[in-house]
T-cell receptor, first 114, second 117 residues
Framework: GDSVTQMEGPVTLSEEAFLTINCTYT??????LFWYVQYPGEGLQLLLK?????DKGSNKGFEATYRKETTSFHLEKGSVQVSDSAVYFC?????????????FGAGTTVTVRA | DAGVIQSPRHEVTEMGQEVTLRCKPI?????LFWYRQTMMRGLELLIY????????DSGMPEDRFSAKMPNASFSTLKIQPSEPRDSAVYFC???????????????FGPGTRLTVL
């Protein structure tokens, strides 16, 4: 079945550091890929998404490119802030298989220190 | 739109009591999902509905858990009897029907933090 594997945390960074969270996926169809973010005490929010190969999703300085050849969707941000401290989830949804569930990675906890 | 609404936000109960969690999806969304989040197991899908009909309940842990969606704007997740290991944050999410433009992502509610003593 479809699955997502993301790098384990926790990740601790200093402000203005570069952040990368690796995410790879396994899917039989043509999935859409997502990054969700969960701030402390809150629900999950969509951070960015990409619906087909070579698409780049971007939001709030974060970027991720849908790489079909490497089945990856790595999240990057060039200069993190304390407010980026959160748990980040990579996920996929394969609407082409008529299965509308989201398959989530385990989540990566990111802490940014001032 | 107010987004997905869940109630209560926090629930503390004693073992053996019945617990009912409530969810109001975004208007017009055809799909509704219930998730459970714990430190040990991460984010787990419990059940999801399409047009008020349960489609996949394979994630429901056991018979103590039940979910209903009596109409398009309301769903409940019930635990009876509750146990300490049910302590978790329960999220509800909704999404529109596939093909409705670009909006194929799920929208999450703020969650209900359940503590069973």
């Amino acid at each position: 079945g479809d699955s997502v594997t993301q790098m384990e945390g926790p990740v601790t960074l200093s402000e203005e550091a570069f952040l990368t969270i690796n995410c790879t996926y396994t899917a039989t169809g043509y999935p859409s890929l997502f990054w969700y973010v969960q701030y402390p005490g809150e629900g999950l929010q969509l951070l960015l998404k990409a619906t087909k190969a070579d698409d780049k999703g971007s939001n709030k300085g974060f970027e991720a490119t849908y790489r079909k050849e490497t089945t990856s969707f790595h999240l990057e941000k060039g200069s993190v802030q304390v407010s980026d401290s959160a748990v980040y989830f990579c996920a996929l949804s394969d609407d082409s298989s008529n299965d509308y569930k989201l398959s989530f990675g385990a989540g990566t906890t990111v802490t940014v220190r001032a | 739109d107010a987004g997905v609404i869940q109630s209560p936000r926090h629930e503390v109960t004693e073992m053996g009591q019945e617990v009912t969690l409530r969810c109001k999806p975004i208007s017009g969304h055809d799909y509704l999902f219930w998730y459970r989040q714990t430190m040990m197991r991460g984010l787990e899908l419990l059940i999801y509905f399409n047009n008020n009909v349960p489609i996949d309940d394979s994630g429901m842990p056991e018979d103590r858990f039940s979910a209903k969606m009596p109409n398009a704007s309301f769903s409940t997740l019930k635990i009876q009897p509750s146990e300490p290991r049910d302590s978790a944050v329960y999220f509800c999410a909704s999404r529109p029907h596939p093909g409705q433009g670009i909006y194929n992502e799920q929208f999450f509610g703020p969650g209900t933090r359940l503590t069973v003593l």
